[in-house]
């Protein structure tokens, strides 16, 4: 059974960089497509970004677009998200999601497979 584990948050000050890592164990990421997601307490989950089972297709939220940057290694089983030019906004926590589909969604209905979350906080 496919288990996701995220890492890699953390407490930094605007303007910073985090990577935040997504590995898998029990099954190999290869046959799956990944999303990256986040929620602030007080609102709903929303996709940040994905990419396909592939890594040849990515997708991001408007308004990370230009500071995050998804990638795979299916090598090691692990999909990271790069975010630089870290913005108080992004405050929250992180899950990385598992779809068994070539393409990738950024609709939390779209995956069955979740992490447990890495807290993010963006503060001066």
């Known amino acids: 059974q496919l288990q996701l584990v995220e890492s890699g948050g953390g407490l930094v000050q605007p303007g910073e960089s985090l990577r935040l890592s997504c590995a898998a164990s029990?099954?190999?990421?290869?046959?799956?497509?990944i999303g990256w997601f986040r929620q602030a307490p007080g609102k709903e989950r929303e996709g940040v970004s994905c990419?396909?089972?592939?890594?040849?297709?990515?997708n991001y939220a408007d308004s990370v677009k230009g500071r995050f940057s998804i990638s795979r290694d299916n090598a090691k089983d692990t999909v990271y998200l790069q975010m630089n030019s870290l913005k108080p906004e992004d405050t929250a926590i992180y899950y990385c999601?598992?779809?068994?589909?070539?393409?990738?969604?950024?609709?939390?209905?779209?995956?069955?497979?979740w992490g447990q979350g890495t807290q993010v906080t963006v503060s001066s």
């Open positions: 999601a598992a779809r068994s589909a070539p393409s990738c969604s950024v609709y939390t209905s779209h995956y069955n497979n």
């Open positions: 029990g099954v190999t990421l290869d046959y799956y497509a």
């Open positions: 990419i396909s089972r592939s890594g040849g297709s990515t």
